[in-house]
Protein backbone atom coordinates (compact mmCIF):
# COMPACT_ATOMS: atom_id res chain seq x y z
CA UNK A 1 0.00 0.00 0.00
CA UNK A 2 0.87 3.59 -0.76
CA UNK A 3 0.11 5.98 1.66
CA UNK A 4 -0.25 9.68 1.46
CA UNK A 5 -0.63 12.30 4.19
CA UNK A 6 -2.28 15.72 4.35
CA UNK A 7 -3.98 18.35 6.24
CA UNK A 8 -0.86 19.85 7.95
CA UNK A 9 -0.23 23.74 8.56
CA UNK A 10 0.55 26.63 11.25
CA UNK A 11 -2.10 27.10 13.74
CA UNK A 12 -1.82 29.11 16.64
CA UNK A 13 -2.19 26.99 20.21
CA UNK A 14 -5.70 25.83 20.93
CA UNK A 15 -6.52 25.52 17.29
CA UNK A 16 -7.51 22.34 15.87
CA UNK A 17 -6.71 20.83 12.54
CA UNK A 18 -7.08 17.20 10.92
CA UNK A 19 -4.94 15.10 9.28
CA UNK A 20 -6.13 12.43 6.14
CA UNK A 21 -4.01 9.36 5.42
CA UNK A 22 -5.19 8.07 1.92
CA UNK A 23 -4.20 4.76 0.83
CA UNK A 24 -3.73 3.48 -2.80
CA UNK A 25 -2.48 0.05 -4.42
CA UNK A 26 -4.11 -2.12 -2.04
CA UNK A 27 -7.55 -1.54 0.32
CA UNK A 28 -6.21 0.11 3.71
CA UNK A 29 -9.03 -2.06 5.77
CA UNK A 30 -5.91 -4.79 6.03
CA UNK A 31 -4.16 -2.70 7.74
CA UNK A 32 -3.31 -1.41 11.10
CA UNK A 33 -2.16 2.67 10.70
CA UNK A 34 -0.52 4.71 13.06
CA UNK A 35 0.45 8.34 13.52
CA UNK A 36 3.88 9.11 14.35
CA UNK A 37 5.77 12.53 14.36
CA UNK A 38 9.10 13.84 14.23
CA UNK A 39 10.98 17.14 14.71
CA UNK A 40 14.47 17.83 13.92
CA UNK A 41 16.94 16.67 16.66
CA UNK A 42 14.77 13.50 18.04
CA UNK A 43 13.60 10.46 16.48
CA UNK A 44 10.14 9.00 15.19
CA UNK A 45 7.53 9.29 17.99
CA UNK A 46 4.74 7.20 18.43
CA UNK A 47 1.57 9.20 18.43
CA UNK A 48 -1.73 7.17 17.78
CA UNK A 49 -2.61 4.02 16.54
CA UNK A 50 -5.98 2.41 15.22
CA UNK A 51 -6.83 -2.00 14.03
CA UNK A 52 -7.82 -2.13 10.56
CA UNK A 53 -11.48 -2.65 12.14
CA UNK A 54 -11.21 0.70 13.80
CA UNK A 55 -12.63 -1.25 16.88
CA UNK A 56 -9.07 -0.57 18.90
CA UNK A 57 -7.05 2.74 19.15
CA UNK A 58 -4.14 3.34 21.17
CA UNK A 59 -2.54 6.84 22.14
CA UNK A 60 0.30 8.03 23.78
CA UNK A 61 0.07 10.31 26.97
CA UNK A 62 0.75 13.35 25.87
CA UNK A 63 -2.50 13.59 23.52
CA UNK A 64 -4.80 11.65 25.10
CA UNK A 65 -7.93 13.54 25.72
CA UNK A 66 -6.86 15.91 22.61
CA UNK A 67 -6.60 13.43 19.52
CA UNK A 68 -8.93 11.12 17.92
CA UNK A 69 -7.81 8.56 15.32
CA UNK A 70 -10.70 7.34 13.12
CA UNK A 71 -10.71 5.59 9.84
CA UNK A 72 -13.35 5.61 6.64
CA UNK A 73 -12.61 2.05 5.28
CA UNK A 74 -15.03 2.92 2.61
CA UNK A 75 -12.65 6.27 1.62
CA UNK A 76 -9.43 4.38 2.21
CA UNK A 77 -8.92 6.70 4.95
CA UNK A 78 -7.27 7.17 8.49
CA UNK A 79 -7.75 10.53 10.72
CA UNK A 80 -6.31 12.01 13.32
CA UNK A 81 -8.32 14.91 14.76
CA UNK A 82 -6.03 17.13 16.87
CA UNK A 83 -7.84 19.69 19.01
CA UNK A 84 -6.41 22.09 21.65
CA UNK A 85 -2.98 22.30 20.01
CA UNK A 86 0.66 22.68 21.49
CA UNK A 87 3.58 24.20 20.44
CA UNK A 88 5.01 21.35 21.34
CA UNK A 89 2.79 19.14 18.85
CA UNK A 90 5.03 20.81 16.35
CA UNK A 91 6.46 18.56 14.02
CA UNK A 92 6.09 16.61 10.96
CA UNK A 93 3.87 13.73 11.15
CA UNK A 94 3.54 10.99 9.10
CA UNK A 95 1.27 8.10 8.57
CA UNK A 96 2.56 4.38 8.59
CA UNK A 97 0.70 1.05 8.07
CA UNK A 98 1.39 -2.47 8.77
CA UNK A 99 -0.97 -5.49 7.24
CA UNK A 100 -2.74 -7.08 10.04
CA UNK A 101 -6.09 -7.30 11.43
CA UNK A 102 -5.63 -8.32 14.70
CA UNK A 103 -7.49 -5.83 17.25
CA UNK A 104 -5.07 -6.31 19.42
CA UNK A 105 -1.23 -5.88 20.12
CA UNK A 106 -1.33 -2.77 17.90
CA UNK A 107 2.07 -1.29 17.30
CA UNK A 108 3.89 1.48 19.00
CA UNK A 109 7.14 1.52 17.31
CA UNK A 110 7.93 2.38 13.91
CA UNK A 111 10.01 -0.61 13.35
CA UNK A 112 6.41 -2.31 13.48
CA UNK A 113 5.30 -0.58 10.11
CA UNK A 114 6.35 -1.34 6.92
CA UNK A 115 4.74 1.25 4.88
CA UNK A 116 4.92 4.72 5.41
CA UNK A 117 3.94 7.92 4.04
CA UNK A 118 6.24 11.00 3.50
CA UNK A 119 4.79 13.24 5.68
CA UNK A 120 2.91 16.65 6.63
CA UNK A 121 4.24 19.81 8.52
CA UNK A 122 2.04 20.71 11.44
CA UNK A 123 3.24 24.00 13.17
CA UNK A 124 1.52 25.61 15.88
CA UNK A 125 2.49 28.71 17.79
CA UNK A 126 2.12 30.27 21.23
Known amino acids: VQLQASGGGLVQAGDSLRLSCTGS????????VGWFRQDPGTGREFVAVISSSGRATEYTDSVKGRFTISRDNAKNTVYLQMNNLKPEDTAVYLCAADKTTLDYGLGHTHYEFGHWGQGTQVTVSS
Open 25 to 32: RDTLANYQ
